[in-house]
């Protein structure tokens, strides 16, 4: 059983490109979260989706940023017109239901450099 | 807002227990207590959780006081390999939660 799959592990973009980020959980797993490490800081989270639902938003920035996680395949965090300051480690994360009493496995992360 | 509360830095000599506080003084009834540490710049690892009864799993042993205020994650036999952050959270059991990561505990084990 494969771990979470990020990809790609590294990512270069020139400021107002967007990049797209993908995440597929492990098998059976219909909860990912996505979250955010700046560099030297600690993590944030920013969303949570169930199979074509999105749970909770509440740490996304208002603009630029969206999330989805389709029926078939990865979720995808996009982020439109980038910036120096949208460097940083995304890593999601997944699990068979709610984090409540259940452990979330991680992935490796997506390295974004926005140059 | 992360609801506990760890030192920022912790040293341990190689070979000897690691034990790592954390103070969660408002944790609610429904809420577990988790620890996750995070090796250099990976993924977080799953390391253990519990309710409210010590547990013990292959990684570490989790004690949790009687009140529920305040636990101690302890690496029994600390390798140079638990260099890393580590993370406590409290997360209640309920649809719609995530984990919310505060600073955690750096703990650099020494030779």
Redesign the interface.
Known sequence: NAG?MQNPRHLVRRRGQEARLRCSPMKGHSHV?W?RQLPEE????MV?LQKENI??ESGMPKERFSAEFPKEGPSILRIQQVVRGDSA?Y?C?SSP?????T???????T?LTVV | DAKTTQPPSMDCAEGRAANLPCNHSTISGNEYVYWYRQIHSQGPQYIIHGLKNNETNEMASLIITEDRKSSTLILPHATLRDTAVYYCIVSADNAGNMLTFGGGTRLMVKP
């Open positions: 979470v979260y979250y600690g993590l944030k989270f949570y749970i909770d480690a890593f994360a239901r709610g984090v409540g009493n452990e979330a496995f991680f992935g490796q992360g390295r």
